[in-house]
């Protein structure tokens, strides 16, 4: 049986990445909805017994294992040439990955060779018809992929009526990830690798490799205290320091703060950077760009703080504080600590 | 060991600096309220290629750019900088190109060219942030790529060494040329315009760029040939108008929206001690804070 939905899974030495345990959530999800099967691909050193565990209780009926020597780190050649000839075997309809490093490395190389389209940092997947406006023709069961575009100012909606695979990259955090079954039955296939990767496509050597441990937990933290470009300097994002400490949470930022050098890229909320779930979302001096939005609209409860009453996240905010940041801060800490515990 | 180089620009509007006139009523992007730039990420790689010229004396370094007339002003930026030479891709049957029919049309170039030793651009143009391009010329040049490079560390034996941004760290590459490059934002910052190559440079033109009553400088460009900046349509590179511009794109926008959120029920409070204390003890009591 073809036409499936595929997920490739990106790993770290044998740990599975959440992004892709992400996406297998999802990807079953549509799986069902077209009444077909959800595969996996996975591709590593050693990985072989270590990853199955990890990739199959998410639903998965079919997962593709490549276990040699070369294919971990990622290298671009290897990987590409692994999903290229195993697409041409299985065609499936549609392929997720990660818009991670490697995704967003790997994705436009196999969308290339395989000429089909690919959609990056996509914020949602759904399954719809499409009618061609110029041709008449009529599509039915494609994937939408929906994303923002053009710096976060609009959101589209892109089909791929053609061409198969439909590729689309998803940024970590942005789907939620959900085991289906501890112990859902799904057949698990070692491929030979040297059928699919020729010895010619071990070129690029690795030869140092540095991966720090997480500062900090931004996309876990159950309150997350984000300033804007707003916040004015350095320095200013320190109050947001001290208030997301009391408050047990996480500080994040706007794309143009992070741009201006204000925090580190890594605590950027958005569509190019982190999507957050909060309980509790407290927004300083950010306007609300939609780019910046999308990657924080499912936060329970969002508190606005701004001087302009009209800025566009006031709209999706449960409390607005108008006022300046500088003033309202530290009386959040003060009556903070005056009436808790 | 001299090498050729090619850097790939894209001129993009500045979507970083986006007004509250951006947009039209109707929904769509009003471009004319946007400024023109050179691609950032793209800068970055034209100084890795800049570098490169230095460190080898003797390499050809040339700015490919596709886009309407106008983006004659990359390649200018480029010659500013200390690029060589440069090629304008335009043609009406580029227009509405995706990632796929974008990265046909550039390797195509190449091809015409006749090739490099490096290819390298930016890791992803801030209009679409897709950085979906360069491995795609890469693949269709059947080009070995290293993305989100940060810097090059050195050239030897024909092979390059790369330091490059992974998630959560950094690593250290080694590649054999030709190769093909993408670099990460946290590259280098380019070098500025040099002066004497802005005097040199100012009036080089593309044909497309010129007007067609021809003006008072017309005689520079017999005495300057260097001032004729090369504009290539599809024809131009023997491209297959198929795989060019919508034409050529797998992908079709279903739909384009400005999004209006859903407004909620919010309440409004002021600065004042007694309304933010009034909110704490809100978020307390109902166990929304700890």
Not at chain 2, 47 to 53: C, G, N, V, Y
Request: overall charge negative; charged content about 20%.
């Amino acid at each position: 049986m073809k036409n499936n939905v595929f997920v490739y899974c990106e790993i770290e030495g044998t740990t599975v990445a959440e992004v892709s345990q992400e996406l297998l959530t999802k990807g079953r999800k549509l799986a069902n909805q077209l009444g077909v099967q959800l595969h996996a691909v996975a591709a590593g050193s050693g990985i072989t017994g270590k990853v199955e565990s990890q990739i199959l209780p998410y639903g998965v009926d079919k997962l593709f294992i490549f276990d040699a020597p070369g294919l971990f780190p990622y290298t671009s050649a290897p990987h590409t040439d692994i999903l290229v000839n195993l697409f041409k075997e299985e065609d499936p309809q549609i392929c997720l990955m990660g818009a991670t490093v490697i995704g967003r490395d790997l994705g436009p190389r196999v969308s290339s060779s395989l000429v089909s389209g690919l959609t990056a940092d996509c914020t949602q997947l759904e399954i719809g018809d499409y009618e061609d406006i110029k041709t008449h023709e009529k599509y039915t069961d494609l994937l939408y992929q929906i994303r923002p575009a053009f710096g976060g100012n609009i959101v589209a909606t892109i089909v791929n009526p053609e061409h198969r695979p439909q590729m689309a990259t998803v940024r970590s955090g942005v789907m939620q990830k959900q085991i289906l079954d501890e112990n859902y039955k799904g057949e698990v296939v070692i491929a030979d690798v040297d059928k699919y990767v020729p010895d010619s496509d071990y070129l690029v050597k690795v030869i140092d490799r540095h991966i720090e441990a997480a500062k900090h937990n931004l996309k876990g933290a159950p309150i997350v205290v984000a300033g804007g470009y707003g916040m004015g300097s350095k320095e200013g994002f320190d109050m947001l320091f001290t208030l997301a400490k009391e408050l047990h949470g996480e500080v994040g930022a706007s794309r143009a703060a992070v741009d201006a050098g204000f925090v580190d890229h890594d605590r950027q909320i958005g569509q190019t950077g982190v999507t957050v779930h909060p309980k509790v979302y407290i927004a300083c001096g950010i306007s609300g760009q939609i780019q910046h939005i999308a990657g924080m609209r499912d936060s329970g409860i969002i508190i606005s703080i701004n001087t302009d009453p009209d800025a566009p996240i006031n709209k999706i905010a449960d409390y607005v504080v108008i006022g300046k940041v500088e003033e309202v801060v530290p009386k959040l800490i003060k009556y903070y600590k005056a009436n808790s515990k | 060991m001299k090498y050729k180089i090619i850097v790939l620009a894209k001129q993009v509007p500045d979507t970083r600096n986006v007004g509250k006139d951006a947009m039209t009523e109707a929904g769509t992007v009003n471009r004319a309220a946007l400024p023109a730039i050179f691609n950032p990420d793209d800068l970055l790689a034209l100084e890795q290629a800049l570098q490169i010229k230095e460190q080898n004396p003797g390499t050809s370094v040339g700015v490919l750019t596709m886009g309407p007339p106008r983006a004659g002003e990359i390649i200018r930026q480029g010659l500013y900088r200390g690029a060589d030479t440069g090629w304008l891709l335009t043609d009406r049957l580029f227009a509405g190109a995706d990632t796929l029919a974008t990265s046909y049309a550039l390797a195509t170039a190449i091809k015409k060219i006749g090739g490099a030793d490096i290819i390298i651009g930016g890791r992803q143009a801030i209009d679409g942030d897709t950085a979906q391009v360069g491995p795609q010329v890469a693949q269709k040049l059947g080009l070995t790529q290293v993305t989100y490079a940060e810097e090059i560390l050195g050239i030897e034996d024909g092979k390059a060494t790369i330091r490059r941004h992974i998630d959560g760290g950094v690593e250290t590459v080694v590649a054999p040329l030709p190769l093909l490059i993408t670099v990460n934002g946290s590259a280098t910052p380019c070098r500025p315009c040099n002066a004497k190559l802005v005097m040199k440079y100012k009036r080089a033109t593309c044909p497309a760029e010129c007007p067609a009553e021809g003006t008072a400088y017309d005689y520079l460009y017999e005495q300057k040939p260097y001032l004729n900046l090369t504009q290539w349509s599809v024809a131009d590179v023997d491209g297959d108008p198929a795989q060019c511009g919508g034409a050529g794109s797998p992908t079709r926008v279903k739909a384009v929206q400005n999004i209006v959120f859903q407004a909620k029920e919010s309440k409004t409070l002021s600065s004042s001690d007694s309304d933010v204390e009034g909110l704490i003890k809100e978020l307390l009591n109902e166990k929304i804070i700890g």
